[in-house]
């Protein structure tokens, strides 16, 4: 019996995938360019319908046709030269997916390469992390319709499942798969910046001891701010070092690492005009963070704000950095499908908002119940320009502004640094604001530059002798 879906990766991402996969049915030849990763997987497989290869071309003949080969690789150079070394051995309607985190152009390039062999190529966004890859990810699959087709009966499978729905649905031609991928990521480092700043803020200026900022996270749980990232958190924060028996968080070095999908989401955002400030400036916190050295000297020379700090109401703070969050979420999240409708609109990707909630339910990182919301609002409305107008969201800002608003002024004034929180803030006021700054900029322009202007009061375009 030949092998239904070949994985090359065996890595994190990749064993776990093939062992997923496996579980569901598949009979899974598995691949890696050094031998050790694949021995390594075969001893921990046990049963699983896995057959190791360690040669491309016997891998390749292993495969049922059309074949089915899903790379779990470094992106970057490595998947190009695993491209490189499969493509000889494959015929005209196979296919090949890469499930890691690709930039989409990349993508894009490789598709279009294959594309002259006959060769199908799927750009596969995966979330979720080991756990995700090996009981069900959230899977964003971008590429031609009908070589999604050939895939679709594995990819749902392996998928987690919410209400009985897979969290694997077709994004759309070209990157888009990867392009969703990419914004997730930004939206994943927005969040987890402004729960971060959550915490610092019950920890720092409420002085709450660790094991009870983790009982209210997990009250929070709860409630409607129900997600993988405060379920996590809880349970980071009631890890104890071994060696201590003091909270581990104490003893991790806060200087934050990146692998470069936040940048790219950041990137692509400032190159087409879109305004995703809360997720850059979360970008932003972890490069300042990697100046470690820099802030300590920095700490001993430069003061914050002198005024005295006052004991401030726990309960009261408490509910008031909670509306914060989730006013920060309701920002960045609106920031982040926007982002997708900018973009779907410049690249008539038709990216599906409403499926792409959806799936974003399970098995992600991202995934939160407040997705079941979003869903329902484009549902009920494809075209929204952006999320914070829905009358749902609409309604809850008008409650939680207040929690926000105490919050970011009460950590300006005591100098804790809040980037995400803030802008959050600065986003909601800029763009509920129907007259703007920017008519002086405008003058500003047209006095130095002739850049001209037009008015409020009649159509053209003018230029002042200033
Ligand atoms: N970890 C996570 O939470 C998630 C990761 N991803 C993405 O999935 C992909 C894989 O990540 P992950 O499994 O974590 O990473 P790992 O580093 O664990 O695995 C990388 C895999 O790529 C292989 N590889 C590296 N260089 C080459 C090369 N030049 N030629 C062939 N194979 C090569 C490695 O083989 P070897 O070790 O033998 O060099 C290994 O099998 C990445 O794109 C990542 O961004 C996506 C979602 C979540
Ligand atoms: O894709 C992922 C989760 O969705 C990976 O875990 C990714 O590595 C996270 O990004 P970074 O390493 O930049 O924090």
Redesign the pocket.
């Known amino acids: 019996m030949p092998n239904t879906i070949g994985v090359i990766g065996l890595g994190v991402m990749g064993s776990n995938i093939a062992l997923n996969m496996a579980s569901k049915g598949e009979k899974v030849a598995v691949y890696n360019y050094t031998r050790d990763l694949t021995d390594k997987l075969m001893n921990q497989a046990g049963e699983a319908a896995l057959e190791p290869y360690y040669d491309v071309e016997r891998f390749v003949q292993s495969l049922e046709k059309p074949r089915k080969v899903f790379l779990m690789v470094t992106a970057g150079a490595p998947i190009d030269s695993v491209i490189e070394s499969l493509t000889p051995y494959l015929e005209s309607g196979d296919i090949i997916m890469d499930g890691g985190?690709s930039h989409y152009e990349d993508t894009e390039r490789r598709y279009n390469d294959l594309q002259t062999k006959g060769i199908g190529y799927l750009g596969i966004g995966v979330?979720?992390?080991a756990e995700g890859a090996l009981h069900g990810p959230a899977i964003m699959p971008g590429g031609d319709k009908e070589d999604y087709e050939k895939a679709a009966p594995i990819l749902t499978k392996i998928a987690a499942q919410v209400d009985g729905i897979p969290c694997c649905t077709y994004i759309g031609p070209e990157g888009s798969g990867h392009f969703v991928?990419m914004v997730?990521?930004g939206i994943?480092?927005a969040d987890m910046q402004l729960i971060a700043e959550a915490y610092t803020f019950l920890r720092q200026r409420l002085s709450l001891p660790v094991e009870e900022i983790a009982n209210i996270f997990g009250t929070w749980n709860e409630g409607e701010l129900q997600s993988y990232l405060i379920e996590i958190t809880e349970n980071i924060l009631r890890k104890k070092d071994e060696e201590t028996g003091k909270p581990l968080i104490d003893f991790i070095l806060d200087k934050a690492?990146?692998?470069?999908?936040?940048k790219w989401t950041s990137l692509q955002a400032i190159d087409n005009g879109i305004a995703n400030s809360i997720i850059t400036e979360a970008l932003f916190a972890r490069y300042i963070s990697a100046l470690k050295d820099q802030r300590v000297k920095a700490s001993s020379i430069l003061n914050g704000p002198d005024s005295a700090v006052e004991p401030l109401d726990k309960k009261a703070w408490i509910e008031y950095v909670r509306q914060a969050l989730y006013m920060g979420k309701i920002c960045a999240y609106a920031q982040g499908f926007t982002q997708y409708k900018a973009t779907s609109e410049l690249h008539n990707w038709n990216l599906p908002l409403k499926e792409i909630a959806l799936i974003f339910r399970g098995g992600?990182?991202i995934r939160a119940q407040f997705l079941n919301t979003i869903s329902a609002i484009y549902e009920e409305n494809p075209n929204l320009d952006n999320l914070l107008i829905a009358p749902y969201f609409a309604e809850k800002t008008r409650e939680y502004q207040k929690g926000l608003r105490e919050v970011v002024c009460e950590a300006v004034q005591t100098g804790i640094p809040f980037p995400s929180l803030s802008t959050a803030l600065t986003y909601y006021d800029s763009y509920r604001t129907a007259n703007s700054s920017a008519s002086l900029l405008q003058a500003q322009r047209d006095y130095f530059g002739a850049h001209t202007y037009e008015r409020n009061d009649r159509e053209g375009v003018f230029h002042t002798d200033w």
């Open positions: 985190n979330s979720g992390g991928k997730h990521n994943e480092y690492g990146q692998k470069g999908t936040g992600c990182i």
